[in-house]
């Protein structure tokens, strides 16, 4: 079975620019969480979605936003970026009722100029 | 609120020996226990995971993790390093029931000598 797949591996975009990172789970998952790891804050829970719905949500500024498709593949979007926003975005799938086992991927590497 | 505690940021072992990485966490009750590695550059594999029962688990990579309730700690360990396990280690907790919202550790970095 493939495992978690995310793209870009790496982008490069510029203060005020927006992004979108895809995510497709493991064939079968149906839930899709998304992480912000940076060497300072460490690992961050950004949100969860499951059948097309935002189950879960961290602590994060309205400029993150995410979703999911019937397909269950994800994107997630960050508005107006800032410096801050560099870091290693990761994507973990999960199986419907088991969602605290997850598995994840390579993650998207993004530096914000 | 739970929270999770790794003391040790790097820890420096020579290959063959064993090696014990810490961890501690607070939450009300008996979370889920996980430990994840990490290589440069890469996404996180899940090493072991603690649900209930049996409080020694093993996991992938000869490794293995004790829970022990009174003490809080959820330790991983290896009887014998190899220069391959040379990564950052996470230990992560969550509540059981209702919302899953992970805690992560700050991680420990493993340096292994030859």
């Known amino acids: 079975k493939a495992g978690v797949t995310q793209t870009p591996r790496y982008l490069i975009k510029t203060r005020g620019q927006q992004v979108t990172l895809s995510c497709s789970p493991i064939s079968g998952h149906r839930s899709v969480s998304w992480y912000q790891q940076t060497p300072g804050q460490g690992l961050q829970f950004l949100f969860e979605?499951?059948?097309?719905?935002?189950?879960n949500k961290g602590n994060f500024p309205g400029r993150f936003s995410g979703r999911q498709f019937s397909n269950s593949r994800s994107e997630m979007n960050v508005s107006t970026l800032e410096l801050g926003d560099s870091a290693l975005y990761l994507c973990a799938s999960g199986l419907a009722g088991h969602q605290e086992t997850q598995y994840f991927g390579p993650g998207t590497r993004l530096l914000v100029l | 609120a739970q929270s999770v505690t790794q003391p040790d940021i790097h820890i420096t072992v020579s290959e063959g020996a064993s090696l014990e990485l810490r961890c501690n966490y607070s939450y009300g009750a008996t979370p889920y226990l996980f430990w994840y590695v990490q290589s440069p550059g890469q996404g996180l594999q899940l090493l072991l995971k603690y649900f209930s029962g049996d409080t020694l688990v093993q996991g992938i990579k000869g490794f293995e993790a004790e829970f022990k309730r009174s003490q809080s700690s959820f330790n991983l360990r290896k009887p014998s390093v190899h220069w391959s396990d040379a990564a950052e280690y996470f230990c992560?907790?969550?509540?059981?029931?209702?919302?899953?919202?992970?805690?992560f550790g700050r991680g420990t970095s493993l340096i292994v000598h030859p």
């Open positions: 979605y499951f059948s097309e719905t935002q189950r």
């Open positions: 992560a907790v969550g509540a059981r029931g209702g919302s899953y919202i992970p805690t």
